[in-house]
């Protein structure tokens, strides 16, 4: 016995009405390969050109290990900074009233509006030995321009409207229902934010905290100005990759290009994640 | 700081709540007041002190110093770099995301989630990055370096590696803002108008672009802002020739970095100005956005009944 065998793909082809699709997926495609896809794959071919050993060497570096270090962690502090004060922000703008909010509402998102050069360098003039900040903090001690210090503020300023923005669509969505049951039920209004609120934010709020710290790794602008950029004290990963280039050290620069890529994308991948459960949360809660 | 807060919920009436909140579910006041207080100081801190200093800053000699740094040659053809470079990028931009958005909105095929991750790539990539596979490229090392050279054509240290690698990191932008916008709305006026006998073209031009006109401008808005803005990925590729490949942001640079902190200013508050105008224009974007949303409901629930 024969089983015929189905005539192909063209049948399977769901038939399409609106014309357009191979023009516009063509460009599309097209578009993407030319400007991300063989550009960002040159770094790879050129790391290829490496002995595994060089590659490691020139990626484990005591220098380029310090600038991880100061990279990850200041991104790390700044994106639990945000998680606090932005979670505080994005509550405060979704269930109070007050003068002023609508300006607020619409200046969360400075930071991404504002070019990072000029973030920077007004970060720097503030915390500096004169500045309006930074004369106060110079008697306790502290010093924040052309030190790490300074680069946790610059971080955490670029890093500000992820939170606010991925948590505050979720609390407007959140059902005020579940919080009044609760209330009647007897809980208090601290246990009704630890067991219902907190719980529904909690998948938003993880998402924004790898939004915030997936942009500080890779930050550049804003960093090298208030950073004083010193070799193995306050000199972040991104900046170190351009004093290989300037040193025309192509192949250190794109080795460790490589590193932040990976860690990049794997991030990319988290986030995407994170979303994804976001929504079915979301979804969920509705039905 | 001491703001008057009232009790009740701050998202939109449209939304079908009621416009009180019960005491129940409501923090007692001294908690709303600390909490208000908190979100003030840290957006007072990092917000609004840094955008008034770049102002005062940039003013603080006085006005006629402050105009004479902007018409500064060096800084005027900085200017006009900057608008030229935004002005070749967000026109391409713009049309690659019309045309994702067309192909992921109205259509399905295999690997639609693998397409849309990729568009997203180059906004997980750090600009020093972005601006190095230009170098990898095109520098006199890079792959198409030599050939480059035989030919004369220079793109590396001069404006279309400004103009490549500003494409590179506003890529995404317009796509980003019309996917989801097209995917709601759906493309049954679209066939509709297919079946009355409109063309593909004219369906598009009549039909899809006036649905889809305040999504787009957003997209181009955010788009314009990151192109004229650019500094990491710009500063790689750019050589940084005074008066010929610096952009703004690299002027800003610098002028700093050459401790004339009032030029930097003045330049900087340009870019300042630019950001507040973005963030302004997107807040009536939203709200129009916004307006259109809940008109389409109502439609749908009359349509229902």
New interface residues.
Partial sequence: MTVPIALPVVNKA?F??????R???G???F??TL??????S??F??TFTMTWDAFVSAVTSPRVMASYRLTFGASLLAALLNVI?GG??A????????????I?D??????????????G???T??YSQNG??GRYLEPLGIKVAFTPLGVLVAL??IG?PFVVRTVQPVL?DAE?EL??AA??LGAS?LQ?FARVIFPTVFPALLTGFALAF?RA?????SVV?IAGNMPMVSEIT??F??TK?EQ?D?TG??AI?VV??IV??A??LTI?LLQAWVRKRGQAEKV | MSAVITPGIATTPMRGEPAYAPAATLEPLWVRIVLVGIAFAFLTLFLFVPLVAVFYEGLKKGWDVYVDSIIEPDAWSAIKLTLMTAAIAVPLNLVFGVAAAWSIAKFEFRGKNILLTLIDLPFSVSPVISGLIYVLLFGLQGYFGPWLREHDIKILFAVPGIVLATVFVTFPFVARELIPLMQSQGSEEEEAALVLGASGWKTFWHVTLPNIKWGLLYGVILCNARAMGEFGAVSVVSGHIRGETNTIPLQVEILYNEFNVVGAFAVASLLAFLALATLAIKSFIEWRLHKQLTAHTALAAADQE
Avoid: C, H, Q
């Avoid at chain 1, 509550?91 to 609508?102: Q, T």
């Avoid at chain 1, 998102?109 to 050069?117: E, G, I, K, R, S």
């Avoid at chain 1, 790794?217 to 602008?221: D, K, R, S």
């Fill in positions: 769901p399409r009405v609106l014309p357009g699709f023009l516009s997926l460009f599309t495609l578009y993407l400007i991300v896809l063989i550009p960002l040159a770094v071919l050129k004060f505080i922000v509550w405060v703008l979704v269930r109070y009233k007050f003068p002023g909010k609508r607020i619409a200046l969360v998102d400075l930071p991404f509006a504002l070019p990072t050069a000029v973030a360098i007004a970060l003039t503030l309006w900040i955490t300023f500000l407007e005020r919080e009044e209330a009647s209004r009704t997936a790794t890779g930050e550049y602008g100005f991104p900046l990759i351009i280039l025309y192509y620069a794109t290009a932040m890529l990049s994308f991030l990319l995407n």
